[in-house]
């Protein structure tokens, strides 16, 4: 991955990037991870149109964030009729719609309400902005990544190069709980963190970990680690007693990666970043997070996993069985279609 | 990236403003970074959640310690997963109101009530008066020589109250109370760009008065870059900058007032702040103060120089035209009213 942002330097200093400029929608705008996410996007100078769309609320998101001094023209649009005009012309759609975790939830126990509002939101997407990269927040990502793959196939849109499960918190995680055990500045920290997005199936590589864990860490210690990585969202939940998940960290890691991809776009050379996309890095299993090379067209390569020591693999093993079981949920729930669905409540 | 970004526009406006040669990058760098505490007072609300994150992604803030009367620990467990190297620590309720002061640098208090449809800033007074006195009381017991910035409306009344507030502590120092005014500044520039088709990084206007209705008074004629507006432009570009928080307080339909452009902007004049301490020149900023540049009006927002010690020089006016001239006279009564109404509360509540 550093050898990658040294290559993303030299060619920047070659072409120097002229500052590309994209309309980016956000999908749940008004909701708890949208608001912070549109604040920051606001402030980005990646980006000429924000368009803000939710299913409530938008205008007064929109309103107040009109008036930061920076240059994205900010648009508001409300409820499902004005999906279409949300999603025209645009190059990059977040989605943090949905309903967030409560303490003792899982981010399966989402999926009912979430799979559904996934879907709808797929159908926009397929229909009136086909060809935009979309970046999916939605929780349980596992599953929604796969239910918005398969509307787009259905379409006859899919192009699994430009379409993302953001997994940019649990590194930016990593990242900070790292610095706070070997004492570095957590933005010198990089650790690849793979899988997929839920408990079990994040897998943090710590033996890849630049700087190093100290020697002196013991197997139980580096688990317990591993562990707090994959709770940390849990962890969140607890801490804000039934007001929500994480959205402030959440926003800032997306807005980390709405970076990633608009700089991509833009042409500013291969851009490192982990997200959870369609992926042949892993046998039997049809989507998975692993280090991408963004480029313009999108991922341009998945990049091998790299070595796993004991514990790594061990716990590589065991979590295929879960993620692979999200995905075919979130297949199955196109597959079965709205009416059976519907039946099935 | 994007805090890089940020973070050069906004010294880039500082110091265009000044008209002053940039501080080259470099010497940036090269400025020692104190250690700077900076305890954020409702850091649970609406606008105290935004301005907490982009604290924490602010390069001159080392520890951020929030403090709301609820839900401050979901708010710390969040931000602490961020990978910026800003310490963030969690204060509850009353009784951690003075560990989450002790050896602040900065103390922001966006804390109190918001504005709902059909409200003025006024309106808010009963309620926000003594919730601004409280965490101002306990500021001046544990952090004396911090900067306060006051956030919570009606600015125009809670900033005369803190300054009462602390005097009769005996520890007021007028440099270091100022209401925060910033969120007219980039209102102001976000409508004069748009309306001449200008980068809005390259555009600042000058706003001077207080902080509610007719007492916000932009500066047209002293906008940089320089602008024409006919009488009638200026009418109308002066009253949308008025409005503005009502347009959003509107559009919001009960659900607040601004938050996150709010945010934004104390984010600005926090840096700006932080900036000033840590002694780079040239920091320019209007903000709502103690001030003798109109008489017999004992708190008024001009353009301030922030140093090593809060307010280091309250600028003059400059000149104002014509139309600028009588808005200011048609004002001051509204002004001067809504001062002597903090300075009356705060004498009537001297504990």
Request: include cysteine; charge should be neutral; proline fraction near 6%.
């Amino acid at each position: 991955m550093a050898a990658l942002n040294r290559i993303q330097k030299i060619a920047s200093h070659l072409d120097p990037p002229k500052p590309h400029k994209f309309k980016v929608a956000v999908l749940g705008a008004a909701g708890g991870i949208g608001q912070p996410l549109s604040m920051l996007l606001k402030m980005s100078p990646y980006i000429s149109e924000l368009s803000l769309y939710d299913v409530m609320n938008t205008p007064g998101v929109a309103a107040d964030v009109s008036h930061m001094s920076t240059a994205a023209r900010v648009k508001g649009y409300l409820g499902a009729d004005q999906l279409p005009a949300a999603l025209a012309g645009a190059n990059l759609v977040i989605i943090p719609a949905g309903v967030p975790r409560k303490p003792g939830m899982t981010r399966d126990d989402l999926f009912n309400i979430n799979a559904g509002i996934v879907r709808t939101l797929a159908e926009g997407v397929a229909a009136h902005c086909p060809t935009a990269w979309v970046a999916i927040i939605s929780n349980p990502v596992n599953s929604t990544v796969p239910i918005f793959a398969e509307v787009l196939q259905r379409a006859g849109v899919l192009d699994p190069k430009r379409l993302f499960g953001v997994t940019t918190l649990d590194v930016v995680r990593a990242e900070a709980f790292i610095s706070e055990i070997v004492g570095a500045d957590p933005r010198d920290v990089s650790v690849p963190v793979v899988g997929g997005h839920a408990g079990v199936t994040i897998l943090p590589l710590l033996s890849q970990a630049r700087p190093s864990l100290p020697a002196s860490m013991t197997a139980e210690q580096r688990k317990a680690l591993m562990t707090r990585i994959q709770d940390a969202g849990t962890e969140v939940v607890q801490a804000k007693a039934g007001a929500g998940s994480a959205t402030l960290s959440m926003a800032y890691a997306a807005a980390r990666f709405a970076d990633s991809c608009l700089r991509a776009m833009g042409g500013e050379g291969a851009v490192a970043e982990y997200a959870y996309v369609r992926s042949s890095a892993v046998e039997g299993l049809p989507y998975f997070s692993s280090p991408l090379r963004l480029g313009r067209a999108g991922v341009e390569d998945i990049l091998p996993l790299g070595p796993m020591d004991a514990m790594e693999s061990e716990n590589f093993e065991a979590m295929k069985a879960e993620l692979l079981g999200s995905i075919r949920k979130g297949e199955e729930f196109v597959a079965k279609g709205p009416a059976a669905a519907a039946a099935a409540k | 990236m994007l805090l890089a970004q940020r973070k050069l526009g906004v010294a880039q406006r500082a110091h265009s403003r000044a008209a002053a040669p940039m501080v080259a990058r470099a010497s940036r760098r090269s400025l020692r970074c104190e250690a700077r505490k900076v305890a954020l007072l409702g850091a649970a609300g609406g606008i105290g959640q935004p301005l907490a994150l982009l604290l924490k992604m602010n390069k001159f803030v080392t520890e951020l310690a929030l403090y709301d009367i609820v839900g401050t620990p979901g708010v710390a467990a969040d931000l602490s997963h961020c990978n910026t190297p800003v310490k963030v620590t969690a204060f509850s309720g009353a009784e951690e109101l003075d560990a989450c002061l002790s050896g602040a640098d900065l103390v922001i208090i966006p804390a109190g009530v918001p504005r709902k449809p059909g409200m003025t800033r006024d309106d808010l007074f009963n309620t926000n008066a003594g919730i601004v006195q409280n965490l101002v009381r306990a500021a001046g017991k544990n952090c004396p020589q911090a900067v306060l910035e006051i956030i919570t409306n009606p600015v125009n009344s809670t900033v005369p109250i803190a300054a009462e507030t602390l005097k009769a502590m005996g520890v007021y120092d007028p440099k270091k109370v100022i209401g925060v005014t910033t969120l007219d500044i980039v209102r102001s520039n976000t409508f004069v760009a748009e309306a001449r088709g200008l980068d809005m990084k390259d555009v600042d206007v000058p706003v001077i008065g207080g902080h509610a209705g007719a007492t916000i008074l932009p500066l047209l004629s002293q906008a940089t870059p320089a602008v024409t507006f006919t009488d009638a432009e200026k009418a109308a570009m002066s009253e949308k900058i008025q409005n503005a928080g009502t347009v959003v307080v509107e559009a919001k339909a009960g659900k607040g007032s601004a938050t996150l452009s709010m945010a934004y902007a104390a984010a600005r004049m926090a840096e700006s702040t932080l900036l000033g301490l840590n002694g780079e020149p040239n920091i320019y900023e209007c903000a709502f103060v103690q001030s003798e540049v109109v008489a017999d009006v004992p708190f008024f927002a001009s353009k301030v120089l922030l140093g090593p010690h809060g307010v280091a020089k309250v600028m003059g006016l400059g000149e104002l035209d014509a139309f600028e001239t009588a808005a200011l006279q048609a004002m001051l009564p509204q002004l001067k009213t809504e001062i002597q109404k903090g300075l009356d509360f705060a004498k009537a509540n001297t504990a």
